[in-house]
């Protein structure tokens, strides 16, 4: 369990934050097989990347660099941007509780038929 504490923000690990949050929100809020996305997306994507951090380190750098990893991968569009948009959920989750700060702070925009995804498709925010 995460205490959160306007001091002291918590540094846990991103594999812990990804199965905290998968037992205590997604679990509980997503039908079966949206829970099943989010799992499989958490175990192919992102988890590779951010395994070695803690969730409280992560930063706009690094989305900018899980961005061109995920480009990499040759990802579609709709994957890379619902990839993008879970870890922004997950981030977010945390910083309401508040267990982390938000020093990293972006949105995912809605893609389109008419329009790819990019980088400029991220904002981040002050």
């Known amino acids: 369990m995460f205490v959160a ?11 812990k934050a990804v199965e905290y949050f998968m037992n205590n929100y997604a679990l509980k ?5 949206t ?12 988890i ?3 395994q070695q951090r803690y969730l409280n380190t ?3 750098n690094d989305i900018i660099d899980f961005y061109k990893f995920l480009k990499s991968r040759n990802l579609s569009e709709y994957r890379l941007k619902n990839t993008l948009m879970q870890l922004n959920q997950l981030i977010k989750y945390f910083q309401r509780q508040g ?7 972006f949105q995912v925009k809605r893609l389109t038929r008419k329009n790819e995804f990019d980088i400029n498709r991220i904002i981040f925010e002050d």
Do not use: G
């Not at 504490?5 to 594999?15: E, G, P, Y």
């Not at 809020?29 to 097989?33: I, L, S, T």
């Not at 829970?35 to 992102?46: D, L, Q, V």
């Open 5 to 15: 504490t306007d001091k002291n923000k918590q540094r846990i690990s991103f594999k």
């Open 29 to 33: 809020v997503c039908k079966k097989r």
């Open 35 to 46: 829970y099943e996305t989010y799992y499989s997306i958490f175990k192919i994507h992102i």
């Open 48 to 50: 590779p990347f951010f």
């Open 58 to 60: 992560i930063n706009n």
């Open 99 to 105: 267990i982390i700060d938000k020093k990293c702070n």
